[in-house]
């Protein structure tokens, strides 16, 4: 795959967006206290077509707004890609402080013959009592990847150097949280990885390709239990206004269970959000993220902790997905979010972040690895305040490209 240093997104036809209810009146963390009426890409559409907007109807039952966005792109780990995504906001009726619950998904043809298809969703049931998550995704992949061989391998091929490797990817996470106190959930769940049919495909000398499978399998195998601790005392998850989550996953994975080796794993997520200023619609956001490895054995060679393959597939903007891999990872990450236009159409953001693993397939990459950028935000629906992110980012080495996101980053 070729490195990507220009790209363009967006081609939307939002048409097909539709706020269905208002929100209720407690969620604060979506209203704005502007008396400027808010508008979303829905708006502007009608009006360039002289349509009357019904979105804002008020209407018994649940609360749901959705957007549908076909769109065509082009980021670092795709080259062009044609995408359709869907998200859906809802919440349920009649409970104090309840939490947005949300369901997003979208299919992804690329440049490159890659086919990407995730699946999830964060359900809260009535009082917020229980919280349900699955992340589902299915991956067919020719990418990028570094760090194979690592210390073990010669300049011939360094840690440094990408490779492309082809693979196919199917993942299967689904849990259960119930609430212990106010905002504090304890439960677990399956996950499951798998991937399968992985090939090195560039044009490699027998020595090069022969080191490199050593690192690589044909097919790579993950099954076990999560153990979940949760704190979560925000209201919108899709676009978070204030408050805190803190979030613990340890992973045990079991060969009885179906991965071929026992190995596990601990992931420990934080996040906080403030109004900067206070009486501003503006937010100063905190990100902290730990993936460490806690057994002897190590895990799978991609399933090792590397950039952009938390589960939002967010980490490391300004580097390509995979460009450093480790036993252990530490991830920071700022973000100041800022309104362009009083009516929310338009926001800015600004970001830096900060990555570190641990030596084994590098020195340098247990060094401070930098990067920073700036984006737009086009609100995609006023009511579930869910944006199209599109960022610009920038890292060591010459690294740079864009990165798109429907909702926020974290």
């Known amino acids: 795959m070729k490195r990507i240093f220009i790209c363009f997104f967006i081609i939307t036809f939002s048409l097909f967006c539709k706020a269905q209810i208002n929100p209720p009146q407690q969620l604060s963390d979506t209203i704005h206290t502007t008396e400027v009426p808010q508008k979303d890409i829905v708006d502007v559409l009608h009006r360039i077509l002289h349509k009357k907007n019904n979105a804002d109807t008020v209407r018994a039952g649940k609360k749901f707004n959705w957007s549908f966005i076909p769109a065509a792109g082009y980021t670092l780990q795709t080259g062009f890609a044609g995408v359709v995504s869907g998200n859906i906001g809802f919440y349920q009726q009649g409970a104090k402080d309840q939490k947005i619950s949300n369901i997003s998904t979208s299919f992804t043809y690329s440049q490159y013959k890659q086919i990407i298809f995730p699946l999830y969703s964060n359900i809260w049931t009535k009082g917020n009592k229980i919280n349900i998550i699955s992340d589902f995704k299915y991956l067919s992949y020719p990418s990028e990847i570094y760090g194979l061989g690592g210390k073990r391998i010669s300049i011939e ?4 150097t990408a490779y492309t490797v082809n693979f196919e990817y199917v993942k299967l996470h689904q849990s259960v949280m119930f609430k212990i106190l106010k905002n504090f959930y304890a439960g677990g769940g399956i996950f499951y990885d798998q991937f399968w049919n992985i090939k090195v495909t560039d044009s490699l000398g027998k020595r090069i390709s022969h080191l490199l499978t050593r690192d690589l399998q ?7 239990i999560a153990v979940k601790a949760l704190f979560d ?3 919108n998850q899709i676009n978070p206004q204030n408050g805190e989550y803190i ?3 340890y992973r045990p994975n079991f060969t ?5 080796t026992n190995w596990s794993s601990l992931q420990i997520d934080a996040r906080k959000y403030i109004r900067f200023p206070a009486s501003s619609e503006n937010v100063l956001a905190f990100w902290g993220f730990a993936w460490l490895n806690t057994s002897k054995n190590a895990p799978p060679y991609l399933m090792l902790p590397s950039t952009g393959w938390d589960d939002q597939n967010n980490i490391g903007r300004g580097y390509i997905q995979s460009r450093f891999r480790g036993r252990n990872m530490y991830y920071y990450e700022n973000e100041y979010r800022f309104a362009i236009t009083r009516n929310g159409l338009l926001g800015g953001v600004v970001f830096a972040n900060v990555q570190s693993f641990s030596a084994d397939l590098s020195d340098e990459y247990k060094k401070l690895l930098l990067g920073y950028g700036l984006g737009v935000r086009i609100k995609l629906n006023k ?4 944006n199209l992110c599109v960022d610009y980012g920038f890292g060591k080495d010459n690294s740079h490209g864009f990165f798109v996101n429907i909702g926020e980053v974290f």
């Open 157 to 160: 091929a360094n840690s440094n």
């Open 218 to 224: 044909s097919s790579e195998r993950a099954s076990g």
């Open 233 to 235: 005392n925000r209201i």
């Open 247 to 249: 979030s613990l996953t």
């Open 256 to 260: 009885f269970m179906g991965s071929q």
């Open 383 to 386: 009511h579930s305040n869910t």
